[in-house]
């Protein structure tokens, strides 16, 4: 499997992102995806997942009402839109197939990561 993350940069308090994930060599049928994210010297810290069958998703605290998560399957692709970014929101994000979420987030697959700056 192969997981490429696009779309990070450095963003405004307040502003956008929309952060892409190109999976390939994956039947995104029977996985849930989702993004993590990593700030230096913290721990990782899930914040979103969608089933690929039905299309639920899940969001952490953190991020409920300012993040969406969605996925293009036509371009086995998932997104993140990031609205309302705060300067605790800067970090290495990463999309993966996640295998537990909620109260225990743990992914199979990961990519490179994009990182995104929230900074004015």
């Known amino acids: 499997v192969q997981l490429v993350e696009s779309g990070g940069g450095l963003a405004q308090p307040g502003g956008s992102l929309r952060l892409s994930c190109k999976v390939s060599g994956l039947n995104m049928n029977y996985y849930a995806m989702g993004w993590f994210r990593q700030a230096p010297g913290k721990e990782r810290e899930g914040l979103s997942a969608i089933s690929l069958s039905d299309g639920s998703t899940y969001y952490a605290d953190s991020v409920k009402g300012r993040f969406t998560i969605s996925r293009d399957k036509d371009k086995n692709t998932i997104i993140l839109q990031m609205d309302s970014l705060k300067p605790e929101d800067t970090a290495v994000y990463y999309c993966?197939?996640?295998?537990?979420?909620?109260?225990?987030?743990?992914?199979?697959?990961w990519g490179q990561g994009t990182q995104v700056t929230v900074s004015s």
């Open positions: 993966g197939t996640v295998i537990t979420y909620g109260s225990s987030w743990s992914f199979g697959s």
